[in-house]
């Protein structure tokens, strides 16, 4: 039995979405191919095609299961692949299930006025409340919390529900998605685009023309280096924080459950207590993992908020002034 | 390993799907919540404020009618006081009156009486005069001639007795 290979194959993605093993037989969802290639031009079929090693219309899976496809001189490329994988299938999912959410919400508001909620609505409300008024709020503040909540708002909820859609292990959920890189990317880039497409003149005047003796600045610009590399570690950091934690959790659980099967060679009894530990530790881990969850969503929005309140600075006098 | 490299397609999946998230809860979702809550929230405080206001009021209203109530005591007890003293005036008026009237009527009847005792005086007076002359007439029918004369005489000493 190879660990590190279900591991792998768990935590990554696939053409294929597997939901278990009867029998020998794997029964799966085979999801739709989406390539271009430079020299055939589009192809969409069912990964059934490519199933076991198939080639199809010149495609086929390489070693680490990507699409490949060879020309007629045999030299092998990669088209762009925008299939509708297992994750994008997840992202999907997660999509609608967090606009029915909220528009569930915003709904009843509408229908209700001045009214207070009760029950569901009543739990996204504390959330919505405790995230508004302690992390956007706070940390930004006056006009701009209304302007930028929205978008910190929506991060929170969407990274919140690929989290917990990541810890249900049975179809149609259990798919790695704020532990994939290119999810975690894109949040964080639209976080700093965020920050630097509503910063002030202030805030770039700070990064270009720092307040500090002229000889760090001029003729060599070491500040404004400094500056400028600061601006790219900031979506990195939120890319990376958000994808080793998820990332870890589900390799840490994968592993304990694999410890159950890795042990039936070391005897009953050895296989029996391992099974009883690597259970609990399991229940130990989800239940970790479900605070963290949580936790990263949370850390997430709150770092999101931090830079873009640095990046709002004077943007109150600014407004004062124009009203004036 | 893949996990660090991110894939092109769940990249352009991934904007396409939260972009897609974003612009809808930022046109639909938060927005209406984030208003309902501060909409709510300013109704209640408002509620409360008037609430309050109301309250102060009643207990303004309170202390009105606790003064009205005094202030009518305090009448009560002027108008009394001056009733009672009407009331002594008027009884020591109607005494006086009486007593007036009483001494008037006591008056009338002393002057009355008087009258009729000098009336009733001079009647007897005539009639003892009368009297005394049938007596004499009678006496001195024979003796007297002129009667004129001895009545005149009488008349006169009658005076005398009277002024004596």
């Known amino acids: 039995m190879n660990t590190e290979e279900i591991i792998s194959e768990h935590i990554g993605d696939s053409h294929d979405w597997h939901i278990v093993t009867w029998n020998g037989h794997p029964i799966e969802l085979h999801l739709p191919i989406l390539v271009w290639s430079k020299n055939t031009g589009w192809h969409a079929f069912s990964s059934s095609h490519l199933a076991e090693g198939q080639t199809y219309e010149g495609l086929h899976y390489n070693e680490k299961g990507k699409i490949t496809e060879i020309d007629a001189n045999g030299s092998e490329s990669r088209p762009l692949d925008i299939s509708i994988t297992k994750n994008v299938c997840g992202l999907f999912m997660v999509s609608f299930i967090t606009i029915a959410l909220i528009l569930y919400c915003a709904n009843w508001y509408k229908k209700h006025p001045l009214q207070a909620p009760r029950g569901f609505v009543g739990l996204i409300e504390l959330v919505v409340c405790y995230l508004y008024d302690n992390v956007v709020d706070s940390v930004i503040g006056g006009r701009n919390s209304v302007r930028f909540a929205p978008y910190l708002l929506t991060a929170f909820f969407f990274i919140l529900m690929c989290n917990l859609v990541g810890l249900i292990p049975v179809f149609p959920f259990g798919m790695n998605l704020t532990g994939n890189i290119a999810v975690t990317v894109t949040l964080a880039a639209t976080t700093f685009l965020v920050v630097n497409l509503t910063g002030t003149k202030h805030y770039w005047k700070d990064i270009l023309w720092p307040n500090v003796p002229w000889f760090l600045k001029f003729p060599i610009p070491l500040m404004q280096v400094i500056e400028i590399v600061g601006l790219f570690t900031k979506p990195f950091s939120l890319t990376i924080r958000l994808l080793a934690n998820i990332f870890a959790g589900h390799t840490i659980i994968l592993s304990l459950i694999c410890m159950i099967f890795t042990s039936v060679s070391m005897g009953v009894t050895m296989h029996r207590s391992m099974t009883v530990v690597a259970l ?19 850390v997430f929005t709150t770092m999101s908020a931090s830079y873009i309140s640095q990046a709002q600075v004077g943007s109150e006098e600014e407004s004062e002034i124009e009203e004036t | 390993m893949s996990l660090f490299t991110p894939d092109f397609g769940l ?12 612009v ?13 809550v501060n909409d709510r929230k300013s109704y209640i405080d408002q509620s409360l404020q008037n609430a309050h206001e109301a309250n102060e009021r009643l207990d303004n209203i309170k202390v009105e009618t606790d003064m009205l109530v005094a202030q009518a005591q305090v009448e009560k007890q002027t108008i009394l006081k001056d009733a009672a003293k009407q009331k002594q005036r008027i009884l020591a008026e109607a005494q006086e009156q009486a007593n007036e009237l009483t001494r008037k009527q006591m008056e009338q009847t002393k002057a009355d009486i008087e009258e009729q005792r000098r009336q009733s005086l001079r009647q007897i007076r005539k009639e003892t005069a009368d009297l005394a002359i049938e007596m004499a007439k009678k006496v001195m029918q024979s003796e007297l001639r002129d009667e004129t004369a001895q009545r005149q005489s009488i008349e006169n000493q009658l005076e005398d007795l009277e002024k004596g």
Do not use: C, D, H
């Open chain 2, 11 to 22: 990249l352009f999946w991934m904007v396409i799907a939260f972009g897609i998230v974003f």
């Open chain 2, 24 to 36: 809808v809860l930022t046109k639909w979702g938060f927005p209406v919540i984030v208003k309902a």
């Open chain 1, 280 to 298: 609990l530790f399991a229940v130990f881990m989800n239940m970790m993992e479900l605070l963290v969850a949580f936790l990263q969503a949370f």
